[in-house]
């Protein structure tokens, strides 16, 4: 299995698509460069006054945005900016001083762990709900039902709710953070579940799980619903196919028929979905880690943005919008290897 | 969203959908359920603190004005750990890189110290640097460093980091480079003396040794290490030393040979919480001993609660509306005054506020050095109904202006300017209100688009009128309504500016301390006499600890664990 | 020969409606048995009730005596035992009736695996022979692709392949050459024919083409709008058929066809 995904792999690297996608690829970023460098100088608010306190003299605020160039014309920041991404340097933090792209390692992993959790979650209740209710019309009834309370409830709100009863008055989870403080997991890959696997921290571990649980939850529920969704809909459609008659005819269990024989073609928009929904949890986590004080990429991005720290905000967009565009990547990668009939092209 | 993607049959869709209805009604109830027994909580404790604070509200900022208890002490063991449920990200530990505002660099000021220390009154005393003079036309400072300080690596603080650390603040980008650009030289005496020479005289330089981002750091790790390795691993010479810094976690211990004497805790950990909810569930739950900036209403409930108590104390931020003269509306002095006699801040502050704040009436706090205790400036609707008719205005014939306000940037701001805005209603000020950011409030500012009223909350927690009538009035300063005026060559109907200049010159020019304070009492009451400004309130900040701790919060807004004990 | 399939009195509604009416038919052991009938005659259902594989919205009654069980009250459990060891089905469109997630290897070696109890390899090597037997080249190649990757033809061989796979008594084949071109259906009706005899299978020969069905089959039965009209011999449709049905569909047959037939 893993051979094959290595295969295709190189096949891809080796094939022509390759790039054409990395011209893809280079297109997006530019696009996402000139739109992450224009939308915060468009819209009002000036960093340096945000960042000086009262006090300094004309003259330092007119120094200080000649040393963050924000004195030349725009087109000429941009391409500072640009020359800097291209020998990748995103820059100095206004409003930290410190080296973007550090900011956004500091904190990314807290934020990727806590997606790629929620994605194990969700997968994993959104596949199990969405073939059961495919195939058991009564259970279907009530997963329909949780699925629109799950659809019309904002991740937020969940959030919100499951501080207010599980940690503020059933006291079953904690509040926020993520781990317990005193609790220590030795760094290896910064996700603290796994380091603390690695390094054999069993209390650490169940901790950090005890302590993701709740945020994961939140950001969970709606996309469990999302995936149930469609892979019913997907599930039911292949259940009627040819192949799975003649899969049938072979006699074969039913759960054999649901799980292995139709499952592989129904994955297919749930596969898709969860790419999308990765990309889009990144930057859609902000406000759950904020409530859960989930010291991510959110509240980072957060006060960038509130304090019109251009720089931080360009590199973080631009961050994202690399890594959205890798996961498409490894998707289509994904697809090509479950779904034999979609070819490189 | 299409919910029936597929085909269900009619029955099924509508059993689905009552499930689901069902459970939103669930939640909901549940949600109104812990919102209205919030509230009742509330009343039954605002009454409490209304009690309480007219009898402990004083005329210095030192004491807090309201202390809400509601449980009994009890005797148990002395815990060896506190953690504070911080309300702001914290990101680097380099002293001098972002810029902040007050209680935001509480956590720095807990592993430094700063040149100079500063007093509940706000007063400037020793710190690092033992006692400083001015030399001659107060154009240069000596600065004597105290012998005997230890960094937390176990070397001595000496003349050399002190002369280290100011050339290093003066040098962009960091965060307040340019308030120490005035410092033209700096000189090593000897080890225990800095000569600083200043290219002018700067009155407020002593008050910004005691501030902000003055903090001392040792050369030779900074040299060693570079900027941001030092802001992941810091070295300081204040109480505390950082024991392990994650993102989001700031874990300290007790430095032991702090010149001050040890702090009483042992461990502090300042824990990344920036949702004000979510503080006040950390306390609730008691995974954190100590929080503060939450809700009003959450402040009520938790004081109330078994174990935890609440303190509102008054701070250095004081509410005004900044009032722009480049539209002939607001150029006119009857309605500027007009509006500043239409307001009655009393109701506000009980009403809205909750007893949170304070009335002001200049720029100038109660504990502010340039603060008038004789003056007021009275609620008077109907002096403000006929000084509108003088220009012709009236309730049937309302001056019509624009406000702009934050929403939820400050306490309750919002619910505050709706509150102003019904009250000009009643006397002919017809307000209509607009939302913006910081951001834009800052922008808007300086290129001379303001509105005719800007809400905004003016800090001051060196006390110094410099940093409250002086840069918030003064038309030289690059914070003032003026500079937008000026910026874009705008018309100043009041025809004031220059006066204006005039008047509070004396407060960055003056060298005689005395006179110099003198004149910026008179600048306070004068531009709230033309109705240049609207002083509002000073605000307060609500603290949740504890039962067992003990801790008078600091009116500059600081959190200092040093002060802390159980 | 003894009686293999009884089927009697079966039938079909489709929610509620009924598509197949009062169906009786017998199929001997190692028979090819015709259904001949125009297209919504009912006799895909037929086919698919024997193996009960109706679609959910389809309910069947009556009986289908298989060596003399009714597959239409056993156990799932017991059908599932019938099912690909005694009793296959090869549908209209090879191309749709393979899993286009899965090898080739998967598709076949999984139902030998399933009722012979043989091993990957054992199966493996089984699955050569039988991709030989129905004509395919370089089986060994054919086995590593994917159904998307060989044309419809060679599908339909796979399928034959599947369905002969654990040398079943009775094969239910559903049009299996309308999707392939006049050439590729000649060969795989020759093909089907000549497994047929060296097995000894009976074949259920679903069809819309009645001068197909005299070609192969041994009797045929005429369906007309869910019943059967008539059962007849191969040999003396021409003497015996007395059904206006039937005499219109042998009108309809070419003469150059008529010729070959004989
Ligand atoms: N799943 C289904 N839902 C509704 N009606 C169906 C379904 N399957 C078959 N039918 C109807 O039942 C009748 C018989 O269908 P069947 O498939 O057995 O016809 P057929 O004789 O095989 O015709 P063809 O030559 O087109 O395959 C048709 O009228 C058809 O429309
Ligand atoms: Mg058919």
Redesign the pocket.
Known sequence: MGSTLLHELLMAITSYYLFKRILQMAAALLGTSLVAFLIFRIIPGDPVSLMVGPGVTEEYIAQLKAYFKLDQPLIIQYLYWVADLLSLNLGTSFRYGSSVSSLIFERLPATVELVLFTLMIAVFFGVITGVVAAVRQRVNTVIQALTISGLAIPHFLWAIIFVIFFAAILKMFPASGRVDIGVNIQTVTGFYLIDALITGNIDGFFNALQHITLPAISLAIGMTAFIQRTLRSSMLEVLREDYILTDRMKGHSELYIIFVRSLKNALMPVITLTGVQFTFLLGGSAIVERIFGWPGMGNLLFTAVQYRDYTLVQGILMFYTFITITVNFLVDILYTYINPKVEFK | MNVMADKSTRRNFLSTVGVGVASAVIFGVGGYFLGSSGSRIIERTVTQAAQTATVTRTQTVTQPTTVITTVTETAAARPTRLVIAWPFEIVTLNPYRFSRNIPVESPMATIYDRFLSQTRDLLQVPGVVESWEWGAEKTSLDLRVRKGIKFHDGTELTAEDVAFSLATMKTPPNAYAGVWGVISDIQVVNPSLVRLTLSRFDPSIIAWMGFLDAFVVPKHVWERVGPDEFGKNPVGSGPYKVKSYRPGILELERFDDYWRGAAAIKEVVFKEVLDPRSRAVEVEAGTSDYTLEVDINDFQRLSSLQGLKGVSQLVTDVAILMIPTYYPETGDENVRLAMHYAIDKEAIINNILRGHARVVHTTEAPGYRAYDPDFKFPYDPAKAAELLSKSGYSKSNPVKITVATFKGSFPRDYEVMQAIVAMWAEVGIEAQLEVITIAQHFEMRNTGKMKHAHFYVWSNATGDPINSVGHSQWPNSPFSTWRGLKAANLTDYSGLMNQATEVINPVFLEKDEEKRIAAARQAARWVVEKGLVIPLYQLAQLHIMKRDVKYDPWPQGWVLPYYMSY | MTKLLEVRELNIK??GKP??KNVSFEVESGEVFGLV??????????GKAIIRLL?P??EAAGKILFKGNDLLSIHEKAMRKIRGKEITLIQ?DPVTSLNPSFKIKDQITDIMKLHLGLTSKEAEERAVELLKKVGITSPEKVLHKYPHQISGGMCQRVMIAIAFACEPSLVIA??PTTALDVITQALVINLMKQIQRQYNTAIIF?T?NLALALNICDRIAV?NN?SIVEVLDADRVFEDARHEYTLSLLTSIPTIEKSFIR
């Open positions: 489709i929610f598509v197949v009938g125009e297209s919504g005659a009912g006799k895909s259902l037929t679609p919205e389809a209209q559903d049009e679903i819309h369906m869910g």
